[in-house]
């Protein structure tokens, strides 16, 4: 049983993107799906498939840009299962004065943090990436 499945996926990422590796494959959950989505909005990853065999899978297909840069410069975990960090719709945190994104775990489900300020809500702020 893993203790923090969203650490565990954006480990993955992080590292195939070191790695420079075209695609990365791990377990697949709901609230995983929804991160890739936001990452997919954001421009972060290039698509996603989710394969519903027992157990389910999720295959991530990484984006690069020139000289084999990734997309995704940095990716941080921020609530972890031994300290929850929550925010108020004031307090949504903005990540590289904007060029980053925060993903946030909110009542209204997950989103980014520029939705979640659009709305007017906050949450638990589950990571950054930029």
Do not use: F
């Not at 893993?2 to 195939?16: E, F, G, Q």
């Not at 075209?22 to 698509?47: C, F, H, M, N």
């Not at 519903?52 to 000289?67: A, D, F, N, Q, V």
């Not at 940095?74 to 004065?97: A, C, M």
Request: hydrophobic fraction near 35%; charged fraction near 25%; charge should be positive.
């Amino acid at each position: 049983m893993m203790t923090d499945p969203i650490a565990d996926m954006l480990a993955r990422i992080r590292n195939a993107a070191t790695a420079r590796h075209e695609k990365t494959k791990l377990p697949s959950s709901k609230l995983k799906q929804r991160v890739a989505d936001i990452l997919k909005a954001e421009g972060y990853i290039a698509d996603y498939d989710v394969d519903e065999s027992h157990p389910p899978t999720m295959t991530i297909r990484l984006k690069y840009g020139r000289g084999q840069n990734a997309a995704i410069a940095g990716i941080k975990k921020t609530s972890r299962p031994g300290r929850r960090v929550y925010v108020g719709h004031e307090k949504v945190p903005q990540v590289y004065n904007g060029m980053g994104v925060a993903i946030l775990s909110t009542s209204q489900g997950v989103m980014s943090s520029r939705e979640a300020k659009k709305r007017g809500i906050g949450g638990e702020v589950l990571c950054e990436v930029w």
